[in-house]
């Protein structure tokens, strides 16, 4: 789960890490009462997603009146696919230097990573990996200071900037791990005179871990039908095509979508509906499909703990309950194969036993409709 | 031979009077596979079909040699149950669950490194040394022994793949499930060096898809360390940028993990990468000079 930036820095705040002052406005004039206060600002979107800069959604200016027209000018618009609903307005920096700064998970290592560059302010992906700096962490140990000394070290810092900053670090893996975060990062941390303060706050959520963080604001980054079926306990994404598609397991539903891009075809979706769904989760994954109005549905069913004869019979509940206005393709293989191909013939349809032949007709049929 | 799990392997079930558990755990009796001891707190004192229940893994550890160990237990009870099984020094711990949050997947790594434990998952299907012992949830049928090691990091991609090349003639040596997430106690690297060495082993298939880069590291192993030929299928050509394709690994994330890139490496380290699963067993048999 991404936070919205001002959501991150209420974090910052929380674990004693500086940031600007000021605050979010939903309104224009709540804009203008927090530049009154602050004084010189910058006017900030407030979506999920960076470039901001580049597309407009960051305004700088010294009059109030200003940060309200600006304000005004954000709030309710496009930006970047996001609309705005909210905007920050903060205190504008005196930048002397900008530096990058973040906290996050080391794959390949297994192991959190700091990353680290005297180059901020720009997106780290544009900064020649000869000049980030990266330190993996045991977490046996976690962040201990001698990291950040050496970190501080290779940045350059020296005197009490360093000091802010390794502390900074300390503060930002405290908040790593006992906010469950995949991400933590700070671009750029400006140096402003002798003071050290975060600009920006991009901070991921673990979705796996929400369980267990419930403090934390809820942002909800699924489309309407994702949210849904995110409730039904199917792995679901919303996708631009007209093949609806469903399987099960994450990488057969990725293959069948590969297959269909190899026909020449476009999937609506990706839906993974488990391993091992039964006739209510099938029948439901069914249901989510049918609301996208495809051209064509595909089925695509390798049984091992799922069950062709329980995928059948959902199909066939599904076609009993409603009128399937669109072409379905099957494919059917595995545990209780010969009962769900009787099964699915009673219902008029002939079960494919080949994947790539099932998607070729799919496509096929697509584009006929 | 075969790798990580043998014949005589016992093995310990966590979370063995569940649905889900009970079912897979007849499924690998079935199979053939040792399951001497389950565990569930508060169980203690029961059996599955005859196999004790005990209610920690210390007093199932007082009774039985335990070699390897499943978890079918919920994500959020899975590192304490992690935890209990390395610290009873079991060598191989399967993690079944999906939904570990990373850092515990991350704690439990770091642990079973210092005690000697491998890690297979989380989120996998577990592992399969075809005829001898299967640790998992992969259906029975399709694994029968051979001499194609499959390593994959999903479980019914890897499922048709190992269809395919049974259905082919080419049966199995060991099939070992990755697991899903971003964070998993082995990579391709680490089972194509045991593969490398197992004689079992003639030839191997890896399965992987987008997002993170455990192929493109596996690309240079292969480059540097592999005489065994290796035969690659990936997922996820067609997706999205930014978007996670039901494997919590599986997105390619800030220009990372594309498939034109894992692509290019497996390509530069001499592996043939078969463009639809089908093809799989062709390049098998090419690679095998049959």
Same mark, same amino acid.
Request: proline share 4%; net charge negative; with cysteine.
């Given at each position: ?257 590969? &297959? =269909?891009?190899?026909? +020449? #075809? ?6 993974? !509906?488990?391993?091992? @769904?039964? *006739?209510? /989760? ?15 549905? &595909? =089925?695509?069913?390798? +049984? #091992? ?6 995928? !059948?019979?959902?199909? @066939?509940? *599904?076609? /009993? ?29 002939? !079960? ?18 | ?290």
């Amino acid at each position: 789960m991404k936070l919205f930036e001002y959501m991150g820095k209420e974090l910052f705040v929380n674990y004693g890490i500086p940031v600007p002052a000021g605050g979010v406005a939903a309104t224009p004039e709540e804009a203008v009462a927090l530049a009154n206060e602050v004084g010189s600002v910058v006017v900030k979107s407030q979506i999920l997603s960076g470039k901001r800069g580049k597309s407009g959604g960051i305004g700088f200016t010294d009059s109030p009146a200003e940060a309200g027209a600006l304000a005004a000018r954000m709030l309710g618009s496009e930006l970047n696919g996001f609309i705005v609903e909210k905007v920050l307005v903060e205190k504008k920096l005196q930048i002397d230097r900008e530096l990058y700064l973040a906290l996050t998970i080391d794959g390949a290592a297994r192991k959190p990573v700091v990353l680290a560059s005297a180059q901020g302010g720009m997106d780290i992906e544009e900064v020649p990996e000869e000049h980030i700096i990266k330190k993996t962490l045991d977490v046996t140990i976690g962040l201990q200071p001698f990291v950040t000394r050496e970190v501080t070290r290779r940045l350059g810092l020296s005197g009490a900037v360093a000091k802010q900053v390794a502390d900074i670090m300390l503060k930002m893996y405290r908040m790593f791990v006992e906010r469950d975060a995949e991400l933590v990062e700070i671009n750029p941390l400006v140096l402003s005179g002798e003071q050290v303060i975060a600009a920006d706050a991009k901070v991921t959520i673990d979705d796996d871990a929400l369980f267990r963080q419930r403090g934390l604001p809820v942002v909800e980054e699924r489309t309407a039908a994702e949210k849904k079926a995110h409730d039904l306990g199917l792995s679901y994404v919303e996708l631009d095509g007209d093949i609806a598609v469903m399987a099960n397991g994450a990488g057969v539903t990725m293959a069948t979508l590969d &297959l =269909i891009e190899y026909y +020449g #075809g476009q999937a609506a979706n990706f839906l993974d !509906a488990g391993g091992g @769904a039964g *006739v209510e /989760q099938t029948a439901k994954a069914l249901e989510l499909l049918l609301a996208k109005k495809p051209k064509a549905i &595909l =089925i695509n069913i390798f +049984g #091992g703990i799922t069950r062709c004869d329980d995928v !059948a019979n959902a199909f @066939a509940y *599904v076609k /009993q309950s409603k009128v399937i206005p669109v072409p379905v393709v099957i494919r059917l293989v595995g545990t209780n194969e010969e009962k769900g191909r009787a099964i699915l013939r009673e219902n008029g349809i002939e !079960a494919y036993q080949l994947m790539h032949e099932a998607a070729a007709k799919a496509v096929e049929i697509a584009r006929e409709n | 031979m075969a790798i990580y799990l043998f014949a005589d392997t016992q093995v310990l079930v966590q979370g063995i009077t569940g649905n889900q558990g009970s079912f897979h755990v007849r499924q690998m009796v079935k199979y053939g596979t040792k399951v001497v001891a389950g565990v569930s707190p508060g169980k203690g004192g029961q059996d599955l079909d005859g196999i004790p229940v005990y209610d920690t893994v210390a007093a199932a550890a007082e009774r039985h040699r335990l070699d390897a160990s499943i978890l079918f237990i919920p994500a959020p009870f899975a590192k304490d149950a992690a935890f209990e099984a390395i610290d009873s020094g079991v060598k191989v711990l399967i993690m079944l669950p999906e939904h570990i949050p990373v850092q515990d997947a991350m704690a439990v790594v770091a642990f079973a490194k210092s005690r000697g434990t491998v890690i297979v998952g989380p989120n996998t299907f577990g592992v399969i040394s075809s005829g001898k012992c299967k640790i998992g949830i992969m259906p029975n049928q399709f694994f029968v022994p051979g001499r194609v090691g499959v390593v994959s990091r999903s479980g019914t991609l890897c499922y048709e793949i190992v269809g395919n090349l049974t259905a082919a003639g080419f049966g199995t040596s060991t099939v070992v499930g990755l697991g899903g997430d971003r964070v998993v106690g082995l990579n391709f690297t680490d089972v194509l060096a045991e593969m490398e060495q197992d004689p079992e082993t003639e030839a191997i298939v890896m399965v992987g898809e987008i997002g993170g880069s455990a192929e493109e590291e596996a690309a240079l192993f292969i480059k540097e360390h592999m005489t065994k030929p290796v035969i690659a299928y990936l997922a996820g050509k067609s997706a999205p940028p930014g978007k996670r394709m039901g494997h919590a690994g599986a997105i390619i994330e800030r220009g990372k993990g594309t498939f034109a890139g894992k692509i290019k490496a497996l390509n530069s380290a001499g592996v043939p990468v078969a463009e639809l699963p089908f093809q799989v067993p062709e390049l098998v048999a090419k690679a095998l000079g049959k």
